[in-house]
């Protein structure tokens, strides 16, 4: 059973989760481009230059990965486990120790995580002089012209977060909530369960092997 706390602390990673939104790359390929969905995968990672990482030395790691919107059809919770599971490991790799403790003492950060996923449509006309568009109903200032013969697609692009953030979190005084560091990873969905399952393992990892500076000095 969760605590006042921590469920304090849940609500507030989805106000966190949808402020460092805006700092991730959305990638996605398009159909017949001949990249393929691992070749769309992208890491990014973002820090707080004022952070002394090497001085911050445990953590509590939130239990569950929030999904924007919380009823998101394009996502499920397959994966959930193994990501949580992976970056716990790679943060103890890195000299941090994981706490249950939420107050007393404070843990040095907190680890959040966020999920969000689109289905995007890819419609390609082949005809000059109509534009985007099917028969009679061209865009783009086209005008009108041969029939849109073409082909449609869809696939579902999807953003998964890692972010550590300060204790302030849990403080419902808190009026601002530092953010220390955020990877990001996203790509094509549309992979077997086990393409998935490698590609998130290989993307975390990238996160943490881009970010030399995530370790810890006590």
């Known amino acids: 059973m969760k605590t006042p706390e921590h ?3 849940l609500s507030s990673v989805a106000v966190i989760a949808l402020l460092t939104a805006g700092t ?3 990638n996605a390929c398009t159909p017949g481009s001949g990249v393929s969905v691992q070749e769309s995968d992208v890491v990014v990672t973002i820090f707080n230059e004022n952070t002394n990482f090497g001085a911050l030395n445990t953590y509590i790691l939130v239990d569950s990965i929030v999904h924007l919107p919380e009823d998101n059809s394009n996502l499920d919770r397959t994966h959930d486990d193994e990501i949580i599971r992976l970056v716990d490991s790679l943060l103890t790799r890195r000299g941090y120790t994981k706490t249950d403790t939420i107050q007393t003492p404070t843990p040095d950060f907190y680890v959040v995580f966020y999920a969000t996923a689109q289905q995007n449509w890819f419609l390609l006309n082949p005809y000059p002089g109509t ?4 028969w009679g109903w061209p865009c783009c200032g086209a005008g009108w012209g041969w029939p849109g013969v073409g082909a449609s697609y869809a696939f579902t692009a999807g953003t998964l977060a890692v972010t550590l953030i300060s204790p302030s979190v849990a403080d419902p005084t808190s009026t601002e909530i530092p953010v220390y560091w955020t990877g990001a990873m996203n790509g094509v969905m549309d992979d077997t369960p086990q393409g998935v399952e490698a590609r998130l393992e290989q993307g975390i990892n990238q996160m943490f092997e881009q970010s030399p500076y995530l370790q810890s000095n006590p």
Do not use: K
């Not at 534009?131 to 099917?134: E, L």
């Open 131 to 134: 534009g985007w568009g099917w």
């Open 24 to 26: 991730v790359v959305w």
């Open 7 to 9: 469920r304090r602390l």
